[in-house]
């Protein structure tokens, strides 16, 4: 299941069932789950772990040195989940900083030409779709979707099924659940979040607390406390709102009511 023009270090750790295509390039510090496909041309390298299943189209160049003049050699570390899907030329940097991470979760899937940049967070169930790119430090939770063409910039958070439409370059933090387009915030992730099969009260309530948030006008503690007060206080509505008041960056703006 291994070409033979395939280059690979004799301390990489290979698991059972592997198939890796012609000249591909897998370094000493690489570990290979089981049942990882390996197109060909792909580079592998520094101390990077494949989860099992994952498949990993032509060209893809994982754990690679970060585009970070910070960087000084360190030892760091590129971890990829199980069962992920990374397609051609997807590029993913290890991290800055002795014993950081960039990590992806479980069942991602990046499509052509994505970044991620040096210490990335993404979580499981991710889609980044294609020519994306991610600056370091930038935090994408579980179930998240940004379409085409998306810029990320540095130490931004992307909240949990958060969505994000093509073309947008995105600054500041987008809360969980709701739907990012035109470089604003349009309204709660109403499709995703049925998708998720959350219950009909539920999304309501998302909706009204993102509603309330972004098209009104309100100062972040006016309209926090109108979601306390209006809105019936789901968990999922509280996890919106502790994204909200634990920012850095900021909240990217959001649609105002005329």
Request: charged share 15%.
């Amino acid at each position: 299941m291994i070409h033979p023009s395939a280059v690979i270090a004799p301390q990489a750790q290979i698991g059972a069932d592997v198939e890796i295509a012609p000249f591909a390039v897998i370094g000493a510090d690489v570990v290979l789950g089981d049942r990882c496909k390996i197109g060909p041309h792909v580079v592998l390298s520094g101390h990077t772990t494949i989860g099992e299943g994952t498949e990993i189209h032509t060209g893809a160049n994982i754990g690679d040195t970060p585009q970070d003049v910070h960087y000084r050699g360190e030892i760091t570390y590129t971890d990829i989940g199980k069962n992920c899907i990374i397609r051609e030329y997807v590029t993913i940097h290890r991290g800055t900083g002795e014993g950081t991470r960039t990590t992806v979760g479980d069942n991602v899937l990046l499509m052509a030409m994505s970044h991620l940049g040096h210490n990335c967070q993404i979580g499981n169930g991710v889609v980044i779709a294609n020519a994306s790119l991610l600056a370091g430090h930038v935090t994408v939770a579980d179930h998240a979707f940004l379409s085409g063409c998306v810029l990320v910039h540095q130490f931004v958070r992307i909240g949990r099924l958060a969505m994000v439409g093509g073309g947008n370059g995105v600054v500041q933090d987008i809360p969980p659940f709701c739907l990012l387009q035109n470089h604003e915030v349009q309204s709660s992730n109403i499709v995703g979040l049925r998708r998720a099969e959350f219950a009909s009260e539920v999304r309501d309530a998302i909706h009204d607390a993102v509603k309330i948030y972004f098209c009104y006008g309100l100062t972040r503690q006016e309209a926090v406390a109108r979601i306390q007060s209006e809105v019936p206080s789901f968990p999922e509505v509280q996890e919106f709102i502790d994204f909200v008041m634990t920012t850095k960056r900021g909240i990217m703006p959001g649609h105002r009511l005329k």
